[in-house]
């Protein structure tokens, strides 16, 4: 899948008829989430660990890791209502207690989650904006790297996937100039044994592993 069939593919999943209503009504999914910021342990009613997907799509990803990891407290971030839609239909299914969605821009993300509030930030095939001029809008940036600063402990980690190669060269650069570490990188996560283990797959890297596209990963921290 080139460039342009993934933009066709995301604009018509973006044009689903009665998906934002669906999110309005839907119980696991916060639309107006403000109000959120630092009492997620009292949506899970617990203190188990909060780690989040920002820009989930359809939520394989996260749907997997709730399911596999009862004792972590998992939160989806899509900013398209239709996108969402899928992953709100299988949680309705699954019913997983620690799993919840959030219908927002990843840009507001300090106005939801408060200082040290999160765990784990995944970063799964992100949207990689080509153009120079909107570059601070990558996930990856070392504007988005300033607000993940303040949401995650001091021990947390950053973990970033995408079979874009120039997206990574400029993620991993961010990082540094970011003032973050680089704790793991490579540029084949699938011929990487050590960092393939236990490694859970999106839609998305099925699809491009199928199609031999490298897997490139990294891992950040402070």
């Known amino acids: 899948m080139d460039m342009q069939d993934r933009m066709e593919e995301n604009m018509r999943?973006?044009?689903?008829?009665?998906?934002?209503?669906?999110?309005?009504?839907?119980e696991y999914v916060f639309t107006e989430?403000?109000?959120?910021?630092g009492t997620w342990k009292d949506v899970f009613k617990n203190d188990n660990p909060i780690h989040i997907e920002?820009?989930?799509?359809?939520?394989v990803f996260i749907t997997t890791l709730a399911s596999m990891n009862p004792d972590?407290?998992?939160?989806?971030i899509e900013k398209y209502s239709s996108v969402l839609l899928r992953a709100v239909e299988k949680q309705d299914e699954l019913q997983l207690p620690n799993l919840r969605f959030i219908r927002m821009d990843a840009e507001n993300i300090n106005e939801v989650f408060g200082k040290d509030e999160v765990d784990r930030i995944y970063l799964n095939f992100s949207d990689p904006w080509p153009k120079d001029r909107h570059a601070k809008r990558r996930l990856t940036s070392r504007q988005f790297f300033a607000?993940?600063?303040?949401?995650?402990?001091?021990?947390g980690l950053v973990e970033f996937k995408t079979d874009n190669k120039p997206l990574f060269e400029f993620s991993v650069e961010e990082v540094k100039e970011a003032g973050w570490n680089l704790k793991e990188v490579t540029y084949d996560l699938h011929n990487d044994k050590r960092?393939?283990?236990g490694n859970?797959?999106?839609?998305?890297e099925e699809r491009f592993s199928q199609a031999g596209n490298p897997i490139c990963k990294l891992i950040a921290d402070r």
């Open 72 to 76: 972590i407290n998992y939160v989806g």
């Open 200 to 204: 859970v797959m999106t839609e998305y």
């Open 13 to 26: 999943l973006r044009n689903v008829p009665g998906a934002r209503e669906v999110m309005v009504e839907n």
């Open 54 to 59: 920002i820009g989930m799509g359809k939520g």
């Open 195 to 197: 960092l393939n283990e």
């Open 33 to 37: 989430p403000e109000g959120m910021k």
């Open 147 to 155: 607000r993940y600063n303040t949401i995650l402990k001091k021990d």
